[in-house]
């Protein structure tokens, strides 16, 4: 028996490839005028997403400060970070231990001073201050990690410290007068223990202090190894 291949299709009529062609033309025009809703914006959107953030950018050399350096700069830190809402609901007295803090130039000139330290024995404060190339000042950002045996946990996120404020989950969208920020919000400890060796003393007498070394020492481990990451709306500027 020969088998008929077209008995089950219908002819495509003019009137539907005529339809089919002003459909297309009109998407084609859409996306060009408004290329938001097309292809673009999704790469836009992908590209704004997993777009390093700036603090991340791997330098070209890194001078790590002294202990009694860093301890400084984190005692400066801490006395800015106590008028945040996140620091008044901390249940501890925020004093500053285990103080991490280098020196990174990039490649185009720009310098950025990386600063952690631990409060309460499990709250990691990791600070980022950019210099510009003339000299001036630049951008800032501040997280706070909360630690357990195995993971932390981004806690609160801003750009200073006094404007530091706790977030609840990674956000959806964002309110009005707000934007997304990506963030790593989930950090095993054992990958960046495998990633930043000179860190894993630091890490076998407190997860915390482990962390805090090696997001300082050793740049490219915090994005490297970062377990899970979101969008955290921030205050525009």
């Not at 603090?55 to 106590?82: K, N």
């Not at 946990?153 to 609840?168: I, N």
Request: aromatic share 6%.
């Amino acid at each position: 028996m020969t088998e008929n291949h077209h008995a089950n299709h219908r002819p495509i009529g003019r009137r539907q490839v005529l339809g089919g062609g002003v459909l297309a033309a009109v998407a084609g025009a859409a996306a060009m005028l408004f290329p938001e809703l097309g292809a673009n914006a999704a790469a836009r959107r992908t590209n704004a997403e997993t777009a390093q953030a700036w603090y991340l950018e791997e330098p070209v050399s890194q001078t790590e400060l002294d202990s009694a350096e860093a301890a400084a700069e984190a005692e400066r830190l801490t006395s800015a970070a106590a008028t945040s809402s996140y620091a008044r609901a901390l249940a501890h007295t925020p004093v500053a231990t285990d103080a991490k803090a280098a020196d990174r130039v990039m490649a185009d000139g720009r310098r950025i001073r990386a600063i952690g330290y631990v409060t309460g024995a499990t709250t990691v404060h990791l600070v980022w201050e950019e210099s510009l190339a003339d000299g001036s000042e630049g951008r800032r950002s501040s997280l706070v990690y909360t630690t357990g045996e195995t993971t932390a946990t981004l806690a609160a996120v801003g750009s200073v410290p006094s404007t530091v404020k706790a977030v609840a989950a990674p956000a959806a969208e964002c309110a009005p007068g707000t934007h997304p920020v990506y963030q790593c919000v989930e950090m095993p400890f054992d990958a960046f223990m495998a990633c930043c060796g000179g860190c894993v003393v630091a890490f076998v007498g407190s997860p915390a202090a482990g962390l805090v070394c090696a997001a300082v020492v050793c740049s490219s481990c915090y994005s490297a190894n970062c377990k899970r990451w979101g969008n955290i709306c921030v205050v525009n500027s």
